[in-house]
């Protein structure tokens, strides 16, 4: 009997210590799952190169990978969700701006401001973002004088938690001075020289919020209750993105056009500044920060149907991809309609298309990718706006045939691009 309890004691610290060791096991394996991904996150902020970087084309985060697509030329489901996003960007990048030659805890070297701000690196976002978590304004000193045709897109996000911390503007103006920028970018006043300004409201926990708008022509309104615009660091980043056509000005969030307005701007006016402005009373103290990023400025009026007939070719930056893979993003439906709906009022035109990269990874890699989202392109023309896909063949061309410099990050992002070529 005696023996019998010892070996029922025995079996039982036995299975004891193998749970423990499982539970061990399980803890070593989920503590190196999450080192891998911080280093991932490090490596992103401190401008070195990982094998997760993106991968090359028009992928908005502007790097080139060498990892395959899990999910190969498919459709992406959420597409449908910005079937009334129709903004499509401007021909030529001028501006790329992710931080990524700033040092992680300073301002940026080509900005200005009177109070402080940060570049930073976010535990579940990739690259680097300017974090404003003190009352001020911050802006780009290198915006040159915009035509007036151009296109602004980049990504917002607040901080965690945080409920009526404030607003965030961003204004677009004929500054003459900086004072001008100072002045035109706190919140809750009208832009007192020619442009537009918009002011984004998170409130309550859920963010929910307003947003409200002014310009120097119109004077000042609000949208309200707009839901789902600023999200936390841990979920989805809102995309911010402004047209201007001469005097019109559409404004949308995520998938959402807001503003369309025809006489918003002087027809003479000359935008020269980019403009963020966080002030409101005691937004410091309520833990307020605002994170901005992906700043892209294009200029150039799209003339798709014109360059595609006459001249035979058409460029377009609009047609963005996941990381590591050649599934198109849903903020591409605008430049995807806008080629479809030439490809469909005219049946008898053949088209090839070809994916082209910036010169970063190894060359048959980048072939590799960029014939892969070109045939996704091809995929969602055919699957989702009703092409034929019969009219339509594919090529990748990798790295082959710059159209600018492979030195700088514009240059880079020119580079990247899908092209239409009439056959």
Not at 1 to 25: D, N, P, S, T
Not at 178 to 200: H, Q, R
Not at 236 to 247: D, E, G, L, N, P
Request: hydrophobic letters at 35%; glycine letters at 8%; a positive charge.
């Amino acid at each position: 009997m005696k023996k019998i309890a010892i070996i029922l004691i025995a079996c039982a610290l036995c299975g004891q210590a193998k749970a423990q060791f499982f539970e061990r096991l399980k803890n070593k394996v989920q503590q190196k799952v999450n080192d891998a991904v911080d280093k991932t996150i490090d490596n992103t902020g401190t401008g070195k190169k990982s094998k997760d970087t993106p991968a090359t084309g028009t992928s908005a985060d502007g790097k080139n990978t060498t990892t395959d697509s899990s999910v190969s030329g498919s459709a992406p489901e959420d597409i449908k969700a910005y079937s009334r996003f129709d903004f499509v960007p401007g021909e030529k990048i001028i501006i790329e701006e992710n931080f990524a030659g700033d040092a992680i805890g300073e301002f940026p070297a080509k900005w200005n401001t009177k109070t402080s701000a940060e570049v930073v690196t976010l535990s579940n976002h990739p690259g680097k973002w300017l974090a404003m978590k003190q009352n001020g304004v911050f802006y780009p000193e290198y915006i040159p004088n915009l035509p007036d045709n151009f296109t602004l897109q980049l990504d917002v996000l607040v901080s965690n938690g945080i409920s009526n911390i404030g607003s965030l503007s961003i204004a677009l103006a004929a500054s003459k001075s900086d004072n001008d920028k100072f002045d035109n970018g706190y919140s809750n006043s009208n832009i007192s020289v020619p442009g537009i300004k918009i002011d984004l409201r998170p409130q309550n926990g859920d963010y929910t919020g307003s947003m409200g708008y002014s310009t120097n022509a119109l004077g000042s309104s609000s949208i309200n209750d707009i839901t789902d615009i600023f999200h936390a660091p841990n979920k989805t980043m809102a995309t911010v993105s402004i047209w201007r056509q001469k005097q019109r000005v559409r404004v949308y969030l995520n998938s959402t056009k807001l503003l369309d307005l025809p006489r918003a701007i002087e027809s003479d006016a000359i935008i020269n500044s980019l403009i963020f402005g966080a002030f409101e009373p005691d937004y410091d103290k309520k833990g307020g920060v605002f994170y901005v990023s992906n700043i892209r400025l294009a200029v150039g009026a799209p003339d798709t149907r014109n360059k595609l007939i006459t001249t035979g070719k058409f460029v377009t930056h609009g047609i963005l991809f996941d990381s590591n893979s050649d599934k198109i993003k849903p903020q591409s439906n605008g430049a995807l309609q806008d080629i479809a709906n030439v490809l469909n009022e005219d049946t008898k035109i053949k088209v090839k298309i070809v994916g082209h990269t910036d010169s970063d990874g190894e060359a048959q890699l980048n072939l590799d990718l960029s014939k892969r989202r070109a045939d996704a392109v091809k995929a969602i023309l055919a699957a989702n706006y009703g092409v034929d896909g019969s009219r339509i063949v594919t090529e990748g061309k990798g790295k082959t045939q710059p159209i600018d410099n492979n030195t700088t990050a514009v240059g880079k992002a020119n580079n990247r691009r899908v092209e239409f070529i009439k056959l």
